[in-house]
């Protein structure tokens, strides 16, 4: 468990989406209603972090209109500092979400294209001001996904972070979706990113895609042995996470997950879950809670067994947002029922 | 999986109800609210197989006030063929719902006496136009059931599909309660309506109900040895088809299938359910499945199976109908949790 | 009241969207829940068509998921055409709406470009199909505005349908918004489709869009004046149409209409409303109304009397789509406040 | 204001109705939701009669399944006395409604036909149970109309109450579409139950229907007259009461009340309404007020304006029931926002 | 399954509460929700006890305003009888509660302090009438902790149902929170009332907070070694009980329940419990079961396994109180899925 | 309208509760649901403030619990300063509400004794930090009638305030029920309070509390000559602001505001109210006007005309917080119905 005494001035960049959830386990639009959530790969690391008790600021581009200013109150709410969201054109990204059942998989249909952040000119963000006494800066691949300009804010800000002393945590997260029609540059730009990173999730299929990678089909020995070409490529880096998830349908699924330093590699898990309320965020809980644990310098093992089950307790909390705190652990690992 | 050259002009013939539903787990109007929704064993076989990318019609009769004209706008959604529904005199018929949870059971409380479907005459239907181009023509023992005009109507379409060359489904969907007080006739009346059908859906105790059976007790047994009976009895049967249901409780479930041909029987499942979502239009989707498969051409093992998957299906997809598309059989056996 | 022996083979072209409203009198986005309608101009023509009687094609495109489906549904459920919908890449067009109230005035926040209809290139419609058997065909000037492809597409429809000798109405419905960036060829592209069109719904501010005119600031006699002119330019032309609205907030407005011919101008109105319900859709109401009259013969001023009524019945209904049926008009008068 | 000493022990007989509304301002079904009440023009009577103080037996027939039980329920929630509730075979009778708005009526589909209530034969009934202790009896029109049984038990009923010395009101409460088939004979009954009547709620024309009346179209001087004409037959009448709407849409309306006795004739009102929430139940509300200071010697003036005023309030209340205290009639005069 | 010619004439004295919870599986206050249940563990058991087909009594004390008068309104429709419930100074008490998920446990959130209930001098309650007829009392060990008024109350209202001869019966229901600052006084207020009792529920810890006790940690032994301990010193109690509750998490949990007698000890269960909907009220509804069968004279192993049947029962309702009828048992033991 | 270059850096100090809605026009409890909120005089004030661009600090006492969690998020999300936030013991103060309609008043219960806030200590906030930079505190009278120790900790801010040259705006909100058991103590805390004030909102009546004056019983006159004679009392008034409401129950009603300087007193209104959404917080966002207009050198008509303005339009928003932007006053006064 962190040490508050080493509370983090944390920051994210990157695009918050406004969720629009078909309710219970309803097919989309049937009953002429939808439930609304705010969420976003690295606004719900930094929500994940807030829970824990940390100064979490997000930078990110809203439209300046009625839906952004909706999403800047939502944000405020979670606890987050959003002195530094910036309002600007283009529209709100969103994704539409039904819930799955049984084996029956759950269903998104992103439409995020042309949002404010996309369509955010790379001079527009001022990180001078944005990163101005942050001690940890937190990306994703997303990001650099969504275009050229969202791709270059995210290495200045990297870079900018490094420049001052900040660790930086990069998140792979390749989504192919987005990456259609900028295949050939994608392997350059998250390498980029990835060269700024002092924390890095990704697998060992990430890792293959910005360096070459003789793969062999195992997991965990690809992962280490990919981990051990990464530190040898990337200075910086001081550790490389996966998470491992294996489903049987919406309900039952296991949880792994693998960190390696220049040290070796150790393992935690498997969770298994039962009773899946929401699998949204749950990758986005596991970095809150490593980046939380990494920072209050607790050892690895402790650190990465935490971070699972934080990811795991997340499945139980619905929306995409991380609301964990570090008592929750406990209560979580002795399956009290109630809590008075 | 059905080949969509051989799409179908199917056409069903049967009540549709108004249900009214208890939200989440509540008992019956515990808060002043009720979920609706429309369904009825042939009209949920008819919104399957569009789902599946078949015409398909529905023939009843609904009441001319808001409530029949809502009732054809919902099917209009589920995208059925209209054009043959009547407006006449009589109510909605409907029924009340809970939902159980764990072992006990839901509940349904039947309000569907003097319905305009029931109180049709029998003259009042145009089967010349009603059927016209059809090729699959889908009846119910609940028809017949609900009394002698609607039993006479159904025999007439029946007798008509098949001079017009059409396929004629029938599932047996024997229901005591429906013929209190003309239990005597009902041995009579379903066996004129099997002995039109080429596809029915019936189990061992089903058979009994028509025409003489020695029954062991063992189920499998005594469905092979029906069916041969029943073969042997009605020249025009192609396939007799049964589901076997397990319950332990709402939640989980198991389901078999067992069908019977002139060349022997097969067997598919069992498909293990957990966290049943609904279980109501289970076996109506299990028929619109395995009518799909079968006007398709596919082989009988794999119509079995498929149609057992899709059964399996509904029971995560809430309401009456069953709105599973062949690529949901793909998604389902993969257990994958997530669709974007 | 129209005579239902002239039932119109009516089609609409046009962008459909998904309304996303706020509950109640709710600011957006305050209690995490959206309530869907879907609407578009000239659906909204259509679904009113619909209702009073007539056959009503909705030719549009869709997004090939979930949305576009539950759209497609929709429109069925209101009783449409959708065997000419096209399904196409790009998005759901769609806008948040929250209600105002007193003089608060109710906010629409727009989320429409890059839809599916938008992007559909003009090459892709199938006039011979769509407008098959088509008797009267309805436009808007929404269509034009929303790129040049589907600018041409209006134009081949209108051209294709007075070929074939249907009539076309045309409602200019100037969003200067859309036109951002088109200003300039705004009016060469309006006129175009205002020469194909034989009922003209536009104020005299419109048409001075479209040719020269010299206008007063006296609404009735600009509009006389400049109807005049347009007759005089267009030689298709057989009616001009216009509604005045005075708001005095968000609950009591009065409506007038204004209709000119080659034989001379009427004028309907004033219609009183108080307590209003929603304000979205009723010139559209206004048009299926007018339409539906003037197609049966009905002498221009019960023609316009009328239309104006259903505009008024129509703010009474929620959602954006009228409802409203002949046997309406009359009840609305009597101002009874009870049908059993 | 009635002086509570002399609180009631009033009974009604009559069928009680699950009423399934739809939403807000809603068209029935277009939301997959319905809200719930319970209600029925004499139950009303027994509501309004408890909220202001008084015992209020309900006796009627509920079917014996999960609906009769919530009704059952919530008949208890009101306060009243269920003990003579009889629980029988035949299903719920019930009504859907949906609100107007503006000049648009409300509408209301009913369902009531073969209730337990209706089916439950004469002889079923036990009035020396039922009606012992009871000091008045109120009864409606509408009972009779339900068939030969309930009309017998309800003359059965009041003259049981006047054999044991209670004060019988009656509610003329004509429906004609509820006597269909049985128009020849509705004077007849209905002019038996009057002769049991000492209150009697009837207009003019209703009296008409009982006597051979010339009537002059006349509202005030036809009830004048008529009221004349039915305490010179009905001997045992003391007073004849009417109420007068006078509607401009759903929101405006204006009522007013006449109270006839032998000692001469009286007025109230006018009250004129707007921004009306609820009108059903309005003219129930009356009675239980009327009844209610009667009963406790208020002079005829204050009764009759009281009374209209407790009518105006439940105008303000939604359901069918009528909450209204003696306190709220002052306040409601007052004009006063808030009640802390 | 008790014989229902030994109805009981029941009573309970003890606090209802206001139950405030989050909608579903969200935290509190997310989406600006609550839905509202009222309960208190004495409410409970003859909520349990009505259903079961006795007579129950609520003697309680609410507050004098809308939230009382909701209150009352819900115990009635739940048939409790309420001639006995006294308004009063203070507040309503209440608690806010969100469904916990997984292995995240449920959270509540108690705000009963300065409760009317609590507040009550003991003098203001009339045994003589509140208990007339009354042959069974139940109370808790919640009353006493609630302050030094209700304390005295309970124990005057079990010495007046003692002298009266009804059996009594009291579960231990320790509550450290509410206990505080008065710790050192519980031991012996318990025991008055443990010393009026019948029927005990309670552990062996709860027993060794009113007498010296050796316990061992072994759960069984503990209880049957402290309950011999127990009858020695009470004179009066015939039966003590206790219920184990083994969590797995929220979804998953065991159950079993031992029942000494002078006899000897007997236990039942495991019941084991999967897909729990709402643990709230269980022991409530096992304590409604017990009371049932003891006194139907029913045999005290059946009483023992029926009444963990119907706590199982209870898991799967929502809301604190039982609904459980005796035919539920049986379905529960079948599994059956669907009640028609 | 205000200038933003004086944007205030204002502080309240005051409890802010949780307020229980039932929905719609339902009494509460009805259909087991409640609405949420939260509110509180000062806090509202601080929205108001937030909305019109200045910032915005509330001075607070929280409970330590997810309700106060929930209180938190809400003051962030509406845009306020929340760092100095006091979580202590005691309990969430709440209030239950339900709408009226027509002239049937609402109904406010309030449930707010033992909050943490009243419970506070006054030597428990920490002045120095809590007004470090503030220009502008305002409070109420309600915080004095809260306790002592709230009595004095509100002088203590106000002086503070006072020391380093802030304004202090000061609501007499004179709540009777409040101060019972206080009252003869209320004159002299309120009088130093005002002694404090530079802007006091307060009637004759209130002035009346604290000093001596003969009233005439005609509002206005009675307003400017108590004014004047606070002027004379008490030497750091600038301002003294009163509203009068006339109210024709819940939708109609009419405001007028007055204000008196040492160079006289000025008035604006009346405006008119029709199709009232919220009446509460309607003071507060008059407070929050004036402030703002004020604080940015506005003159004294202009500000009082704006101020009733934003009182109006606040009427037509739910809830308790004012969201009314610069904006809004011009749209509500041209009384347009859309803002696209």
Not at 9 to 34: D, H, I, K, Q, Y
Not at 175 to 185: F, K, N, T, V, Y
Request: charged share 20%.
């Amino acid at each position: 468990m962190s040490d508050m005494k080493t509370r983090l001035n944390a920051a994210v960049f990157g695009e918050v989406m406004l969720r629009l959830s078909a309710p219970g386990r309803e097919p989309l639009l049937r009953s002429a209603r939808l439930e609304t959530w705010f969420g976003g790969a690295e606004a719900n690391v930094a929500a994940g972090l807030a829970a824990l008790g940390h100064s979490a600021r997000v930078i990110t581009a809203l439209p300046d209109n009625a839906i952004g200013d909706a999403c800047l109150g939502e944000l405020r709410r979670s606890g987050l500092d959003t002195t530094h969201v910036v309002r600007s054109n283009g529209r709100m990204g969103l994704y539409f979400h039904a819930s799955g059942a049984m084996q029956r998989p759950a269903e998104i249909v992103y439409d995020r294209a042309h949002s404010a952040f996309s369509l955010m000119p790379h001079e527009g963000w001022n990180w001078d001001a944005a990163l101005d006494g942050v001690d940890w800066l937190h990306l994703s691949g997303i990001t650099p996904a969504l275009g050229a300009a969202p791709a270059r804010a995210a290495l200045d800000a990297a870079q900018r972070a490094r420049e001052q002393g900040a660790k930086v945590s990069f998140d792979f997260n390749f989504r192919p979706m987005l990456w259609q029609g900028r295949e050939a540059e994608a392997g350059a730009i998250l390498g980029e990113l990835v060269a700024q990173a002092t924390l890095l999730f990704s697998s060992a299929g990430d890792l293959a895609r910005i360096m070459p990678l003789e793969l062999t089909g195992r997991r965990e020995a690809d992962f280490d042995s990919s981990a051990k070409a990464a530190f040898a490529r990337f200075a910086g880096l001081e550790c490389i996470v996966t998470t491992f998830r294996q489903s049987r349908g919406t309900l039952e699924q296991t949880l792994e997950a693998r960190l390696a330093s220049r040290d070796g590699v150790i393992a935690a898990g498997p969770e298994t879950l039962a009773g899946i309320v929401e699998r949204i965020g749950g990758g986005d809980a596991f970095a809150a809670g490593l980046i939380d644990a990494l920072a209050s310098g607790t050892d690895h093992q402790t650190a990465l067994t935490d971070a699972l089950t934080i990811m795991a307790v997340k499945h139980s909390i619905p929306g995409d947002q991380c609301t964990v705190r570090h008592s929750d652990i406990a209560a979580w690992r002795e399956g009290s029922d109630l809590k008075r």
